[in-house]
Antibody, heavy 117, light 109 residues
Framework: QAQLVQSGSELKKPGASVKVSCKASGYTFTSYAVNWVRQAPGQGLEWMGWINTNTGNPTYAQGFTGRFVFSLDTSVSTAYLQISSLKPEDTAVYYC??????????WGQGTLVTVSS | QTVVTQEPSLTVSPGGTVTLTCASSTGAVTSAYYPNWFQQKPGQAPRALIYSTTNKHSWTPARFSGSLLGGKAALTLSGVQPEDEAEYYCLLYYGGARVFGGGTKLTVL
């Protein structure tokens, strides 16, 4: 059974950076893309983009270019989301999800990133 | 900017039937938008229910079904259970990009 396990909650100051990990197990990592989704407190889901786990090529949604970087370490079946120059409005739960057959089917448990001085 | 619109809230009685819809600002939703539906309960990650308009995941209860209805994607719950109270989100595909709807808060009362 596929499983995605994300790293723990983070508390960061404005201007700092954070790197969230998403470790996959139970399937061949490079057979499925990884999507990233943001959910601000009390708000809906926002699709941030995805990364091709074969080529490492990322695609970013509007509003998630510049400070957001998707990366991989296929040797440990892990995807990463790095956010730089953090702002208070980046405070949110960030989810990774396995993507195949036009669906994000298995999701990580989410990582809360809090940005506060 | 593309906007995907869902009913903000709906209420249904236990055992009843309710249909949630998902509209696109670009026009009628078709199967080419590969509509997906997700359920999210408070404090939990979203759970995938329906993909590519009508397809169920292996864990999706039989009472959930997806369709196209009047130019929108639709999620129908038949024989609603108290545990179906949750937020429901649709996701549409726009040639490389994906956009979530704003979500529908379903109350079972």
């Amino acid at each position: 059974q596929a499983q995605l396990v994300q790293s723990g909650s983070e508390l960061k100051k404005p201007g700092a950076s954070v790197k969230v990990s998403c470790k996959a197990s139970g399937y061949t990592f490079t057979s499925y893309a990884v999507n990233w989704v943001r959910q601000a407190p009390g708000q809906g889901l926002e699709w941030m983009g995805w990364i091709n786990t074969n080529t490492g090529n990322p695609t970013y949604a509007q509003g998630f270019t510049g400070r957001f970087v998707f990366s991989l370490d296929t040797s440990v079946s892990t995807a990463y989301l790095q956010i730089s120059s953090l702002k208070p409005e980046d405070t949110a739960v960030y989810y990774c999800a396995r993507y195949g057959d036009m669906t994000p089917d298995y999701w990580g448990q989410g990582t809360l990133v809090t940005v506060s001085s | 900017q593309t906007v995907v619109t869902q009913e903000p809230s709906l209420t249904v009685s236990p055992g009843g039937t309710v249909t949630l819809t998902c509209a696109s600002s670009t026009g009628a939703v078709t199967s080419a938008y590969y509509p997906n539906w997700f359920q999210q309960k408070p404090g939990q990650a979203p759970r995938a229910l329906i993909y590519s308009t009508t397809n169920k995941h292996s864990w999706t209860p039989a009472r959930f079904s997806g369709s196209l209805l009047g130019g929108k994607a639709a999620l129908t719950l038949s024989g609603v259970q108290p545990e179906d109270e949750a937020e429901y989100y649709c996701l549409l595909y726009y040639g490389g990009a994906r956009v979530f709807g704003g979500g529908t808060k379903l109350t079972v009362l």
